[in-house]
């Protein structure tokens, strides 16, 4: 059996850094606490338990005093580095840098423009990093979980569109031509701009995925449950190989039969480790 994983999947470059970060503190002192899971993989989080790193809620982070806590790549609103400085909490920050990027952009025309024009945020509503960037706003951003919450805009008031950076491009797409026709519509289609915010490197990682995905007779897509970015991912191949089956757990490969004269490719999230990419690909060939 023909067994190949994709050499474009695994962590994207902010994932890394806040691996790399984690455990180089780690490596320093046995314990760091992290505010949510650092990435949406149960496998890599049990890995980093076992090194020392302690996730902790919101509410958690609340009570603590004098410790050091870890910022992963979805980012934080201001609030959380307001209750730092008041409790002498010491933050290492991982925030990926485009995350920090739309962060600050959002910012900057929130306060250029007030609370006249609406800053539109489409992303996965509680999402951590939704959350963080909301909270650019004072709260008062409006987010647009799918094309259909267009109809919750006032379009009475020029508005501002942002996407979170691991949505899908053709569903914003889809949105922006639906709040430009309806401004257009009303004749004032100058109330309407958005930016592209979208990561560059989701964007082509969709494409090679789904290019990756027409080799094979069947396509193992590895992703853990809570990644938006997996969920998307994981459609495109769906698309491209009717015959991918998704993983979230590896009990779930005893579900599947292969052949022996099958070729299988085996792809994940940019929140999926290669590690465990390569686990999977050993039980294939050796179940």
């Known amino acids: 059996m023909q067994v190949e994983i994709d050499g474009n999947s695994g962590f994207c470059a902010g994932v890394i850094n806040a691996i790399r970060t984690a455990e180089e503190w780690l490596g320093q002192d046995g314990h760091l606490y992290c ?14 338990s076992r090194m020392g790193l302690e996730v902790i809620s919101h509410d958690q982070f609340r009570q603590l005093r004098n410790a050091r806590v870890l910022i992963r790549a979805h980012g934080e609103p201001p609030e959380t580095y307001r209750i730092a400085k008041e409790n002498n909490i010491e933050i290492i920050d991982a925030t990926c840098k485009v995350v920090l990027h739309l962060q600050q ?38 987010v647009l979980s799918s094309p259909a919450d267009a109809a919750n805009i006032d379009y009475s008031r020029p508005s501002h569109l942002f996407s979170q950076t691991t949505q899908n491009p053709e569903e914003y797409q889809q949105l922006i031509d639906i709040i430009r026709e309806e401004y257009a519509r009303r004749g004032t289609p100058g109330l309407f701009s958005y930016s ?9 990682r969709a494409r090679q995925i789904g290019e990756f995905a027409r ?41 599947i039969h292969f052949d ?26 050796n179940p």
């Not at 939704?130 to 709260?139: D, E, I, K, S």
């Not at 970015?229 to 191949?237: E, K, M, R, S, V």
């Not at 022996?260 to 060939?285: E, F, H, N, R, Y």
């Open 35 to 48: 505010l949510g899971d650092i990435v949406h993989n149960s496998e890599e989080m049990q890995r980093l």
């Open 105 to 142: 952009t959002i910012k900057e025309q929130y306060e250029q423009c007030g609370k006249e024009t609406q800053i539109l945020i489409f992303g996965k509503r509680g999402h951590a990093e939704v959350v963080g960037l909301v909270g650019q706003t004072a709260g008062h951003g409006l």
């Open 196 to 204: 592209d915010t979208i990561c560059h490197s989701v964007v082509n």
């Open 215 to 255: 080799h094979f007779d069947k396509i193992i897509f590895v992703s853990g449950e809570k990644s938006s970015n997996g969920l998307y991912l994981y459609n495109i191949c769906k698309d491209n190989n009717p015959h991918t089956h998704l993983i979230t757990d590896m009990a779930q490969l005893s579900q």
């Open 260 to 285: 022996a004269a099958d070729t299988v490719g085996i792809c994940g999230a940019t929140s999926t480790p290669m590690w465990l990419m390569q686990s999977v690909k050993q039980q294939i060939l």
